[in-house]
Structure formats: C-alpha cells, structure tokens
C-alpha cells in the first residue's frame, strides 16, 4: 500500500520469511558457524536456541542451503509426537521403508540403524534437524539420545540439531538429562540485534526493497523502534510496517518518534515490551548493507576537479517529486564530510600502486614486476571485485582502481574506511572523501597483499605443513588447544573451515583460498598492515 509513496518496488518489513531480505548480524553468523561445525562433530547433539522472532527458522533454512552434497537431511518441523511417532517421520523423511502399523520401536530403531550404516558404507553423513524441539516430550528426547548409540567403531552414525526456543535449553539443564546434557557438541543462544544492528537490519531491508531515497526513519525513531522491539527482527518488522503506512496515511516524508510510538501501540497495544537482556558487545559486521543505500542513493553526487585528484562536496537529497507536495518541501541535506588541505594525487601505473602498498608490509618490490618478487618473499597479490563490507571484514589496505569506466584507469591505496567515508593514499598524500563521490569513480575494483603460509604451493594434497598450519590456526581461533600433527584436510576439518568461512562472511565452501588464508592469519595475530575502520 505505502511502498510506491516511500519509492519502493516491495514491502521491506513482511513477517513471512524471505531469502532475499536475510540479514546477517554478528550473532547469526555465530550461530551458523556452530551449526557448520556440527556437521563435522561425529554425531552426538548440536542446539541452536533463541527467542521467537530472532530468526532461527531462517537461520535454518540459509543452513540446509549450504549443508554438502554428501548429507543426507532429515527435518522434522512439528515434534508434538510420540516416540513411534517421531521415529516413522525419521523414517519417511530418510526415504526408509517403514514398517508395518504398529511395529515396535525396535523394529524401527532396526531398519534406521541399517540405513546409516549403509550410508556410511557409501561415504554419506546422516544429519536429523528437529525445528520447534522445545515441544519435544522427555520420553521422546530419551529416545532421540537412544539414536546417537548407533555408532561404528569409528564414529557416531547420526548428527541431531535441535533447534527451539529457550525451554529448550532449560530442558537438557534439568539433571534427569544429565545423559543427553553429555553429548552436546556445540550449543548456541541467538540473542537479539544490538542497537547499531537494528539501524543496519532497517537500512537493509529498505535496500533490497529498492530504496533510492534518503533513509525515511530518523536517527531517533531507529533508537525507538530498538527500544520497543528489543532487537527482535519480527518486532522491528511490525513495527517498521505500521509506522510506514501511518507516515503514508498522514502524508509525511519521514518517521519520527512520535509515530513510532503510535505504531507501537497499535501493534502491541497496552502491553509493554520486555525489560532488556544483557547483552554482550558486538562488532559491526554488515557495514556493506548498512552503506548499500548511501552508495546507489538518489544523491546529486560530489563535484570532480581534474582526473588525477578527488573533491567532495556537500550534496543535497531532495525527496523525490513522487511525494505529496507537503513532504517534497524540505529537502533533506547531505553532511559535507572532512577533505584533506591538499587534493589526494593519484597514480598511473599499477605497478606504483604496488610498490608503495609493499611499504606498508615492510617488503621490497625490486625495480621489475612487483608481484613476482614479492612473491618471492611470501606475499602473494590478490585482485577481485569487492564489496565495501566485505573489504572491511578483510580488514587490511590494498589498492582500488578508479575511473576505470572512463578508459583511463587512476589507482590509490584504500587506507581507512568508516561508515560514511574513505581514506585513500596515493604518491605521499592522503584525503578522505564521502562513500557517495567513491562511487562515482570506483567499480569494486580491489587488490591486496597476503602472506602465505607454511607449505602452501606444495604438491601435499589433504596433508602435510599447510593443512596442519590450517587445523592449528582453527584450534586458535576457536579457542581450542592446537590439534596433535600430522593433520589431514577431513570431514571434521572442513566442517571447521565452513564455520570459520562464515563467521567471517566468506564463501562456505570448505576449501581453503586466498580470502581464507588472510582470515586465518588474522586470527592467529599476524602482525599485517589492518585497516583503519571506524562508525
């Protein structure tokens, strides 16, 4: 109804679950790193639990998306069963011939346990995910704890999730469940978005729904909605909804508190949110969303000068003439942000660009190609379009190009990066300028340096100096004692690399690349050039 007013192409704020608008705070990638790593655990228990509306069925489903081709998957959604009852949707969902009405639970514990041995016969894991599980009985859970018996002499034949709300975990507390408590692998408690989250997830969703304005929500109402909601995702969806179309019912431009405060009274009526949980601080991590609208924004776009320097200036968003002649009245400004006393000289050749990004890994380039002898000094180049979030994930300096559109490509090093502006370095000088006038000269373009690291190039296939450097670099970034050598590139191991891969908002695909290594070597306290990054 309000989405043409606002100029979106959809609603951003449905409660149904939408994989187009999944947003991916530090805590959700927390939690489908847990559950990643629980494919490679040997069976045993992984739980995921968390309040309603924080996104666990999403984060479920984005999971069943990246679980490997040698999985085979069984998902329960409605666990309100009996333990013959759950042990036939088992059956049915695994594709096993389940036996006739009423056969004992042994006869169907029988042809499970048949199945996952002939499953790992053939190479193939067996993971059973059960949605909702805080609705499972104890005679059921005691019959769940059962199947992790099936087992080889190697290794536990069944992985189980449970994923559910906050009973659940209070269930395998109690001492009854003492067993089951045991064989728990990895736990996770998703909690809701933090405040900085919550401005991210808003700007998000907007985005994707194709926002080409100024953000509508003003600074305090996004505190508001936070607030109000607690940082959970469906309120801030109800939310957002009901202050969005009253905004579009009055004719108003933007959201403030006070229609905030009426959205939340017609949504939740006379009741009162929760009182806050503590939570613990978090990164920024989706800096890439949270600048999505200031990079394509319906912004005039900063005043160039000559090609080889940038110049900002202040821009102005107006609202679009698609707004009631009332809202189109105030344009809403754009702050100027800081520009260096002297315009930022930029370099020609890529080879400079190079040369004066080894500098800052205290490395000689040599007077030839600067690739080839710096990769003779274990620093390896890395060239590949980027996003902005993801380069701050990277967190290290490296060279963008710019003007490349024009045929006449300009290079400088990308220093610092905040949430609304760049630092680059180019030949001695520096300048720092708006996301919105990088935009306009820069496709993505990004190159870096990264240091290799024990074995790397070596003809070692699944073991050797590199993939015991990986399990050690792993163990130390999950808090665990280093693994005892020789290591090899297994299930288990790939299952850790897949949750690193998320954690840093990577590629899960279980093998070990150049963006991979420069994580790992982070991780491990590398002493490498960082990026400045800032709010």
Same mark, same amino acid.
């Given at each position: ?267 939740? /009526? !006379?009741?009162? +949110?929760?009182? #806050?949980? %503590? *939570? ?8 890439? @969303?949270?600048? =999505? ?72 380039? /040599? !007077?030839?190609? +600067?690739?080839? #002898?710096? %990769? *003779? ?8 379009? @980027?996003?902005? =979030? ?10 963008i190009t710019l003007d490349a559109q024009h045929g006449a490509p300009r290079y400088a090093l990308l220093t610092g990066l905040t949430r609304d502006t760049a630092t680059l370095r180019a030949d001695g000088t ?42 050690? *670099? ?62």
């Amino acid at each position: 109804m309000y989405a043409s007013y606002f100029g979106l192409k959809h609603e951003p704020f449905s409660i149904a679950p939408d994989p187009r608008y999944l947003f991916m705070s530090e805590r959700h990638r927390e939690a489908l790193a847990h559950l990643l790593y629980g494919l490679g655990g040997g069976g045993g228990f992984v739980l995921l639990t968390g309040e309603i509306g924080t996104g666990k069925t999403t984060l479920c489903r984005l999971f069943l998306a990246q679980i490997p081709s040698h999985c085979n998957v069984a998902y329960i959604f409605n666990p309100k069963l009996t333990a013959t009852e759950l042990l036939d949707s088992v059956c049915e969902e695994f594709r096993i011939e389940r036996p006739a009405p009423g056969a004992t639970v042994k006869c169907y514990v029988d042809r499970l346990n048949q199945f996952l041995l002939q499953s790992h016969a053939a190479g193939r894991n067996n993971v059973l995910i059960i949605d909702e599980a805080q609705n499972l009985s104890a005679e059921v859970l005691e019959q769940l704890r059962l199947l992790t018996n099936l087992e080889t002499s190697e290794r536990k034949l069944l992985q189980i999730i449970l994923i559910g709300q906050p009973e659940l975990r209070e269930m395998v507390e109690r001492p009854e469940m003492e067993q089951l408590a045991q064989r728990v692998i990895a736990r996770y408690h998703l909690e809701a978005l933090s405040a900085p989250e919550t401005g991210q997830y808003i700007r998000h969703r907007l985005d994707v729904a194709g926002l080409e304005r100024p953000l509508p929500f003003e600074a305090r109402s996004i505190r508001r909605i936070h607030q109000l909601s607690e940082g959970v995702p469906r309120r801030i969806n109800l939310l957002c909804d009901r202050a969005l179309l009253g905004a579009f019912a009055t004719s108003r431009a933007t959201i403030d508190r006070s229609t905030v405060d009426k959205a939340a009274h017609e949504v939740f /009526g !006379a009741r009162k +949110p929760a009182p #806050a949980t %503590a *939570r613990h601080a978090a990164a920024i991590l989706g800096l890439g @969303l949270a600048i =999505g609208a200031g990079l394509y924004a319906a912004a005039s776009r900063a005043l160039l000068e000559e090609p080889g320097s940038i110049v900002d200036a202040q821009a102005l968003a107006p609202v679009p003439s698609a707004a009631p002649a009332s809202a189109a009245a105030a344009p809403v400004a754009v702050p100027v942000q800081p520009v260096a006393l002297q315009p930022a000289r930029l370099l020609s050749d890529p080879a400079d660009a190079w040369r004066e990004l080894a500098q800052m890994w205290k490395a000689e380039p /040599g !007077a030839g190609e +600067p690739c080839q #002898a710096l %990769a *003779r000094q274990q620093l390896q180049c890395f060239n590949r379009n @980027l996003t902005l =979030g993801l380069i701050r994930e990277l967190g290290r300096p490296g060279i963008i190009t710019l003007d490349a559109q024009h045929g006449a490509p300009r290079y400088a090093l990308l220093t610092g990066l905040t949430r609304d502006t760049a630092t680059l370095r180019a030949d001695g000088t520096e300048q720092t300028v708006t996301l919105a006038a990088l935009a306009d000269r820069w496709q993505g373009e990004f190159a870096t340096l990264w240091r290799t690291p024990p074995g790397y190039g070596e003809r070692s296939g699944a073991r050797g100096e590199l993939v015991d450097w990986i399990a050690q *670099r792993l163990a130390t970034a999950n808090g665990r004692p280093a693994p005892q050598a020789p290591s090899t590139l297994d299930a288990s191991l790939r299952a850790q690399l897949r949750a690193f891969q998320v954690a840093q908002g990577l590629q899960a695909d279980g093998q070990p690349g150049p963006m991979t290594f420069m994580q790992l070597n982070r991780a491990g306290g590398a002493d490498e050039p960082r990026l400045q990054t800032g709010h």
